[in-house]
Nanobody, 118 residues
Framework: QVQLVESGGGSVQAGGSLRLSCRASGSGFSVKAMGWYRQAPGKQRELVAGISTDGSTNYADSVQGRFTISRDNAKNTVYLQMNSLKPEDTAVYYC????????????WGQGTQVTVSS
């Protein structure tokens, strides 16, 4: 069984930084694209950043230049470094990974709360 385990959320003041981590655990699988999404109260879930197996990245306009996504393929882990945080970044952040284990499946983490106070 494959699971995505997230860590690193919390509360921070505006201008501060946080780093999120997400590790795919289990056996007998390979991880393809990975990404981070977020969902604020009353809003739809939105893509924050994505990273392919070759390291190509893409970002939402709202986080470009402030957030950095990276991955460690040996550890099946994706990271999101969040700098210059703003109150509007407050949301539950979800890790997503496309995983091949017999079949191709998209997995989600449990979500981690990020709260930015002004």
């Amino acid at each position: 069984q494959v699971q995505l385990v997230e860590s690193g959320g919390g509360s921070v003041q505006a201008g501060g930084s946080l780093r999120l981590s997400c590790r795919a655990s289990g056996s007998g699988f390979s991880v393809k694209a990975m990404g981070w999404y977020r969902q604020a109260p009353g809003k739809q879930r939105e893509l924050v950043a994505g990273i392919s197996t070759d390291g190509s990245t893409n970002y939402a306009d709202s986080v470009q230049g402030r957030f950095t996504i990276s991955r460690d393929n040996a550890k099946n882990t994706v990271y999101l470094q969040m700098n210059s945080l703003k109150p509007e970044d407050t949301a539950v952040y979800y890790c997503n990974a496309d995983i091949v284990r017999v079949v191709f499946t998209s997995y989600w983490g449990q979500g981690t709360q990020v709260t930015v106070s002004s």
